[in-house]
């Protein structure tokens, strides 16, 4: 399987606090992505990070990526409760391939 | 703003019968795609389809399964004899042209007894 695992499985902060989830991946890859899933519901397409870059923000997300540990965090600061989700980190294959391979994602839950 | 539509919300169907899968992608994609999500594991991909033909297909997505763009605005998931660990969230993907992000529709639950 080229996707790892992201951690923490789940994560508990209050309204304010910044949340920090991990990812990791095993292969090469062309880029990493975010998504948002609420209960039950759809993808929501968060950021994409380009294996040559390092860091990108997006509003209150800023996503890193280090290719030489295969890993990447994403850091939603100033939580608000409408945050509370579940967060994919997903890669693609550099050989052209254009399907993604999810990880098992990170509960997090902000209370307010 | 545009979004991929998925029809029907939730399916119920006996073991051994036939569903499809609907969904509309964003108008001006070129790329689709069909993944599924067993509850509570991973989000799975199934296959992929670019300029009428399938581009890629994962291990899951077997001779049970088929894909067709009967139109120019929806794209389909047929499975043929549905099983009961067919039971799963199937979500539908697009992207356009000379992008990597895929724009996800709220997908459909799809339960077999």
Redo the contacts between chains.
């Keep these: 399987s080229q996707?790892g695992e992201e951690d923490p499985q789940a994560l508990s902060i209050q309204e304010g606090e910044n949340a920090t989830m991990n990812c990791s991946y095993k292969t090469s890859i062309?880029?990493l992505?975010w998504?948002r899933q609420n209960s039950?519901?759809?993808?929501?397409?968060l950021i994409?990070i380009r294996s040559n870059e390092r860091e990108k923000h997006s509003g209150r997300l800023r996503v890193t990526l280090d290719t030489s540990k295969k890993s990447s965090s994403l850091l939603i600061t100033a939580s608000r409760a409408a945050d509370t989700a579940s967060y994919?980190c997903?890669t693609?294959a550099t050989a052209g391939?254009?399907?993604?391979?999810?990880?098992?994602?990170t509960r997090l839950t902000v209370i307010p | 703003e545009p979004e991929v539509t998925q029809t029907p919300s939730h399916q119920v169907t006996q073991m051994g019968q036939e569903v499809i899968l609907r969904c509309v992608p964003i108008s001006n994609h070129l790329y689709f795609y069909w993944y599924r999500q067993i509850l509570g594991q991973k989000v799975e991909f199934l296959v992929s389809f670019y300029n009428n033909e399938i581009s890629e297909k994962s291990e899951i997505f077997d001779d049970q399964f088929s894909v067709e763009r009967p139109d120019g605005s929806n794209f389909t998931l047929k499975i043929r004899s549905t099983k009961l660990e067919d039971s799963a969230m199937y979500f539908c993907a697009s992207s356009p042209q000379g992008s990597d992000t895929q724009y996800f529709g709220p997908g459909t639950r799809l339960t077999v007894l």
């Design positions: 996707q062309n880029n992505q998504y039950g519901r759809g993808l929501v397409h994409l994919f997903a693609d391939a254009n399907n993604l391979f999810f990880g098992t994602g």
